[in-house]
């Protein structure tokens, strides 16, 4: 970035980038509360920078690292319970989201396996329609429960149990194929 000031600070920093990064941040998370969260761990991780003048790009190291912080706070919070609605639904009783992803714990350790596994989960996520997306993430990856997602939006509960089902059913097909593949490999 050609305006940037060749000796940086982490002070200067925060002035020129904070709002519009709580902005970035904000957009994509649940909550002002997370989004204040994640935007700190981005200014630690700034603090433990010895030499800011090290990195030629500041504003894209800066939305890098909050993009990861919002990604590993989505995997976080889907290490929680998988739904309501999958132990009222007899098909899907023991479901967790690792169990629709057929992540094999071993494997799971594995970095590049992680975000193979997320990136081709978001894709097939961007496929679903919205209502389905919607009630997926704010279920698995923002932890509302099934409930919480009916009263916010007024819908029927069974409305909003039935779009979490189809939404399950068809990211299990849409992710089988990647399954088979990496069990192959």
Request: no cysteine; net charge negative; charged share 35%.
């Amino acid at each position: 970035m050609a305006t940037e000031n060749p000796k940086r600070t982490v002070l200067d920093t925060v002035k020129q980038y904070g709002g519009r990064l709580f902005g970035f941040i904000r957009d994509r998370v649940r909550t002002e509360e997370d989004a204040e969260d994640i935007l700190q761990d981005v200014w630690y991780q700034l603090s433990r920078v010895v030499d800011l003048d090290q990195i030629s790009s500041l504003s894209g190291w800066l939305y890098e690292v909050a993009r990861n912080r919002i990604t590993d706070r989505y995997r976080r919070t889907r290490e929680t319970t998988f739904t309501d609605a999958a132990r009222s639904d007899e098909d899907d009783a023991d479901l967790s989201l690792d169990d629709l992803l057929m992540i094999d714990p071993e494997s799971a350790d594995d970095p590049s396996f992680r975000d193979l596994i997320w990136d081709e989960l978001m894709r097939a996520l961007a496929e679903l329609p919205d209502s389905q997306r919607t009630v997926f993430v704010q279920n698995e990856l923002e932890d509302q429960t099934l409930q919480a997602i009916a009263d916010l939006t007024g819908e029927n509960l069974k409305t909003i149990i039935s779009r979490k089902r189809y939404a399950v059913q068809y990211l299990r097909k849409r992710l089988q194929s990647l399954y088979d593949e990496l069990s192959n490999s």
